[in-house]
């Protein structure tokens, strides 16, 4: 089946370690986007990705790291200059990645539930 | 300042009662796409409807609908006769072709229907 697969499910990090969440699709979708979910603010935007080797910061890419070498796949690396990084973390990823495309809807992962002990 | 602004934080209604979630959306944009997910607990959001601003006609689907209103910048939800299986957060979203299709989320609506 297609989808996008994110892992691990749970994860939980010493503080001043850096982990790194896995985010793989075979939709052959151009984009592929990383959100932020935190109780009661809804979701904000990381980093996202139009096309392969390239990336754009979101709203909240300070103490956060991406790749981009493959399509189907859009790897985030959450560093130890991360302040407040428990939370659960979602990857998405959709057809179109231009202007000129149609906006086609976003198709999201499982999450990843990251804790800070 | 908030692109999409989901008023409501949480709904409790009673099983088989009808329930409106509302959404209102501020863009620039004469090209814009409007999406409402359902986020169960299992954390995964689920698509359930994208309308383009150029299409302003409601939409039924089953016990959903959807009332797309340009005048008032409003996209919302109605689901009729709603189930306990229907308790999830809704998230309504807007993207904007001119900012390179990034996506906005609202804030989220609980809903918790009781049996």
């Known amino acids: 089946d297609g989808g996008i697969t994110q892992s691990p499910k749970y994860l939980f990090r010493k503080e001043g370690q850096n982990v790194t969440l896995s985010c793989e699709q075979n939709?052959?979708?151009?984009?592929m986007y990383w959100y932020r979910q935190d109780p009661g603010q809804g979701l904000r935007l990381i980093y996202y990705?139009?096309?392969?080797?390239?990336?754009q910061k979101g709203d909240i890419a300070e103490g956060y790291s991406v790749s981009r070498e493959k399509k189907e796949s859009f790897p985030l690396t959450v560093t130890s200059a991360q302040k407040n990084p428990t939370a659960f973390y979602l990857c998405?990823?959709?057809?179109?990645?231009?202007?000129?495309?149609?906006?086609?809807?976003?198709?999201f992962g499982e999450g990843s539930r990251l804790t800070v002990l | 300042a908030q692109k999409v602004t989901q008023a409501q934080t949480e709904i409790s209604v009673v099983e088989k009662e009808d329930v409106t979630l509302d959404c209102v959306y501020e863009?620039?944009?004469?090209?814009?796409?409007l999406f409402w997910y359902k986020q169960p607990p299992s954390g995964e959001l689920v698509f359930l409807i994208r309308?383009?601003?150029?299409?302003?006609q409601n939409e039924i689907s089953g016990r959903y609908s959807w009332n797309f209103q340009k005048s008032t910048s409003s996209f919302n939800f109605t689901i009729t006769a709603s189930q306990v299986v229907d308790s999830a957060v809704y998230f309504c979203a807007l993207s904007e072709v001119y900012t390179g299709n990034q996506f906005y989320f609202g804030t989220g609506t609980s809903l918790t229907v009781i049996p």
């Open positions: 998405a990823s959709s057809a179109g990645g231009t202007r000129v495309t149609n906006t086609g809807e976003l198709f």
């Open positions: 863009t620039r944009d004469t090209t814009y796409y």
């Open positions: 309308r383009n601003s150029f299409d302003e």
């Open positions: 939709l052959n979708h151009d984009a």
């Open positions: 990705s139009q096309i392969v080797n390239d990336f």
